[in-house]
């Protein structure tokens, strides 16, 4: 018997003709007797039904800048309270969270935190968001949409940082409860999904139309350019060819730059000059907002105004350098508009990480 700490019951599964539980949150579609995991590790089949182990518990909470996740065109500048649970439901070779994505032992996730105080904790740190990062939210789906809507009730909005690997009815109520998204696009070939991910491209690309026609979730892509992996400028003409065919030029593109991690150590860092070329690639596409990430490349981290390519707002790894926003998200130089969600002005957060207790924002013990 499994023994965590809270056990929530999960949605989306069935029970086949064989006896077995179908989890259908996510396109691996585990099938599982009683007593086994998912392979993401924190879904499993008790008392047959299918619950979720790691509700309410979290591997830690940090204030992050929003550039970080990353999203340059959702309230730049603005703090946001960012943290993960445990587990991950695809098995990237690289993953650079893998202490976190790859955890076995639940006992690891130490802070336990109810949506009603993620929220409390948000406001009272003066965070204009929450995100769900450093592992794949869709597999908490349940804590995350719970989350997601304490957040709403005190006016504080959510991120998802995923793969976008979820099946089609869970996406519905996912991303119905989510204000932003950042998709890791993580290569342009159903091989390099298989190979490094046992994992397949062809749902993250349904996702993916499915935010831009479906959704009003403003959402970014990233792609992390592995050297030998992905990073042709075939596969990136592919891709950007892609994106701007069926989601329009408007959808930020981030490239990130690669380090050796996990089991994917006998591969250099990425070049920069790798970097700088996948984002001529992706601009002489016609994609609008294409940024350079993990390298130093101020260059790559501005934005431009799309219509006469005057500096929208600069940036120097996560430090806002310059803002030429009209309090209406128009170019200050021509009037065109800057897709995105901004504010009047840009947050003055600036790079800082900041490790946050939830147990900080406890209600104070009331004095008789
Ligand atoms: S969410 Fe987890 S248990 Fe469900 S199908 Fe995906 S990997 Fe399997």
Known sequence: MIQPVDIKLGRYWHVLDDGRIQCD?????????????????????????IVLTTYGRSSGFCIDPIEKKPLNHFLPGTPVLSFGTAGCNLTCKFCQNWDISKARDLDRIQDTASPEKIAEAAVRSGCRSVAFTYNDPVIFLEYAVDVAQACRERGIMTVAVSAGYISPEPRIEFFRHMDAANIDLKGFSEGFYKTLCSGRLAPVLETLEYLKHETNVWFEITTLLIPGENDSPAEIEAESAWVMDRLG??????????????????????????????????????????????????AGQTTHCHACGA??????????????????SRCTKCGTRCAG????????????????????????????
């Open 249 to 298: 030029p408007d959808v930020p593109l981030h490239f990130t730059a690669f380090h050796p991690d996990w089991k994917l150590t006998d591969r250099p860092p990425t070049p920069p000059e790798t970097m700088r070329e996948a984002r001529r690639i992706a601009t002489n596409a016609g994609l609008h907002y294409v940024y350079t990430g993990n390298i130093h490349d101020p």
């Open 341 to 368: 969600v901004f504010e009047a002005d840009a947050g003055r957060w600036g790079p800082r990480r900041q490790r946050v207790r939830l147990r900080a924002f406890d209600p104070e013990p009331s004095v008789h």
């Open 25 to 49: 949150v996510c396109p691996r579609y585990c099938k599982l007797h009683e007593g086994q995991r998912g392979l993401c590790f924190v879904r499993a089949r008790q008392s047959d039904q």
């Open 311 to 328: 500096i929208l707002i600069g940036r120097d790894w996560y430090d806002i350098t310059a803002w030429h926003l009209s309090a209406d």
